[in-house]
Nanobody
Framework: QVQLVESGGGLVQPGGSLRLSCAASESSFYINAMGWYRQAPGKQRELVAR???????NYVDSVKGRFTISRDNAKNTVYLQMNSLSPADTAVYHCDVEASDGDVRYEFWGQGTQVTVSS
């Protein structure tokens, strides 16, 4: 198993910034892609950003130019820098890790961290 510990959520005013972190526990699994999903009340979960082990990234259109995903492979940690936040970004953000153990692939989820953008 890979344990994920998220941090960095909270309450911020519109236009503000937050940085989310997600640290994966050490394990025998190889960490492939890491990402962040979010789910707002009454809405479907959506992929916000994803980064591969090689550093390739993709973002949902609504956050392009405002959010930046990065990772520290030595620490098995993924970050999401969120700038110019708006109320539409309010959601529970979950870290997602795609891992493998040999030929077997796994997916692990964090417990989620609340991000609330409000004045």
């Amino acid at each position: 198993q890979v344990q994920l510990v998220e941090s960095g959520g909270g309450l911020v005013q519109p236009g503000g910034s937050l940085r989310l972190s997600c640290a994966a526990s050490e394990s025998s699994f190889y960490i492939n892609a890491m990402g962040w999903y979010r789910q707002a009340p009454g809405k479907q979960r959506e992929l916000v950003a994803r980064i591969t082990s090689g550093g390739s990234t993709n973002y949902v259109d609504s956050v392009k130019g405002r959010f930046t995903i990065s990772r520290d492979n030595a620490k098995n940690t993924v970050y999401l820098q969120m700038n110019s936040l708006s109320p539409a970004d309010t959601a529970v953000y979950h870290c997602d890790v795609e891992a493998s153990d040999g030929d077997v692939r796994y997916e692990f989820w964090g417990q989620g961290t609340q991000v609330t953008v409000s004045s």
